[in-house]
């Protein structure tokens, strides 16, 4: 015999537990299922370990998705503050590490056993482990096998997230059962993601490997708007990391360049001329006052930014005409990658269910009213810095109270 719920949610991450608990508290009758032997991975080891739960300054344009206005409704509906003083109400110390981006003082298990207990006052009950086999519309409800039971519900909500992190239990469920009910998948791929490039070609950078240093990165794909992100750029064996390469990689399509400027708010041919009059320092030491020696050593090598030997040559000495033709090449650096990392090392996914296939303020499908999707796997991705768990929280809280009880 199936045992019969409100609500049944796949997926016990951050949007899940975020709507099972807010509809459980509500008065509904909720169970919460998920693979993993272990509850909330993806959170645990989410920002180093601290869990970066949110950004103060999340809007609408932090996220990318064919209908960049979808998540509005849920967004201003429930706001970073309000996570905050759920976060505060348990006593949980957090600290602000910069632009916006709220950390826990100590481990991310602090969010992740407020999540726990919230979904304990709404009296949700959990299967876990416990492997969904199929889904089939019963009734105007949903029939669940699972490896623990049958289950029925009269709504589904669908948490599994995306396909970014394997390795800690990450699936296409979502997609799978989207396509199974007939809804619209915009193609789905890694984000927030190292780049990588043709080992031949990075063979001359390897050694730069673990060297990291502030730049301006831009991206502009044939027809849409200069995207640019100041961040971190971290130098890899297999090509370019970091938060500005993590940012720009949400935005990069195969093929396309980007572009480093390697001196943000510096007019490096104009400083380099006026160094110039009887500077006898050489040319490649000055530069390593602007950046790490090995980085200035290697990389004008390697990207032959000036001809063989002027490094070594006294400031004084070296052409204007020289140093403009470095000054550019620093500013404007551009490659083109041959791939990403993969979903291996991708925090997050791009695409998902269609937004236009659902309900903005409730995320409901429009075709399966008692069918909803939340969190990574609806077409919405945020920027790095605590934007996606913010759409978790928004996204859930917009499901748990739309769901109905009897």
């Known amino acids: 015999m199936a045992v019969d719920f409100d609500v049944a949610v796949i997926g016990a991450g951050a949007a899940g537990m975020m709507a099972a608990s807010v509809a459980g508290q509500r008065g509904l009758k909720v169970v919460l299922i998920d693979h993993a032997k272990k509850l909330g991975e993806k959170i645990r080891i989410s920002g180093g370990g601290r869990c970066n739960f949110t950004n103060t300054g999340t809007t609408p344009q932090n996220f990318l998705s064919q209908n960049p206005n979808f998540c509005r409704s849920a967004l201003s509906a429930y706001k970073p503050a309000d996570f905050l003083g759920l976060v505060e109400s348990y006593g949980i110390a957090w600290h602000e590490k910069h632009k916006g981006q709220l950390f826990c003082d100590d481990s991310s298990d602090s969010i992740i056993q407020l999540l726990r207990q919230e979904c304990l006052k709404g009296n949700v009950a959990w299967r876990m482990p416990c492997a969904v086999q199929s889904v089939q ?10 490896d623990t039971g049958a289950i029925h519900c009269k709504q589904l909500v669908i948490a599994t997230g995306g396909m970014a992190l394997p390795q800690v239990g990450a699936t296409d469920f979502a997609l799978r059962l989207a396509r199974q009910f007939g809804l619209k998948v915009i193609e789905p791929r890694p984000a927030l993601v190292p780049l990588t490039f043709d080992g031949g070609f990075w063979q001359d950078f390897v050694p730069l490997s673990g060297v990291s240093t502030e730049v301006e990165l831009s991206n502009q ?13 971290l130098f890899t064996h297999r090509g370019l990391s970091g938060p500005g390469i993590l940012q720009i990689s949400s935005y990069w399509q195969p093929g396309e360049s980007i572009t480093i400027n390697l001196a943000p708010g510096l007019d490096l041919s104009q400083t380099l001329i006026e160094q110039k009059s009887g500077n006898r320092q050489q040319l490649g030491n000055y530069l390593a006052t602007l950046w790490p020696k090995r980085l200035v050593e290697q990389w004008i090598g390697a990207a032959q930014a000036i001809p063989t030997g002027v490094a070594e040559q006294r400031m004084a000495d070296v052409p204007d005409k020289v140093l403009r033709q470095l000054g550019q090449a620093l500013h404007h650096w551009t490659l083109t990658p041959t791939g990403t990392a993969g979903y291996k090392k991708a925090e997050v996914m791009r695409g998902g ?50 769901l109905q009880g009897e």
């Open 137 to 146: 519309a019963s009734g105007s409800g949903y029939a669940l096998a699972t």
């Open 221 to 233: 794909a044939k027809g849409k708007a200069k995207i640019t992100f100041l961040e971190d750029l």
């Open 353 to 402: 269910v269609d937004t236009k296939d659902l309900n903005q303020k409730t995320m409901a499908s429009r075709a399966h009213p008692n069918l909803y999707f939340i969190g990574e796997s609806v077409d919405v991705t945020g920027w790095l810095g605590g934007y996606n768990f913010q759409w978790a929280w928004a996204s859930g809280v917009a499901c748990g109270r739309a």
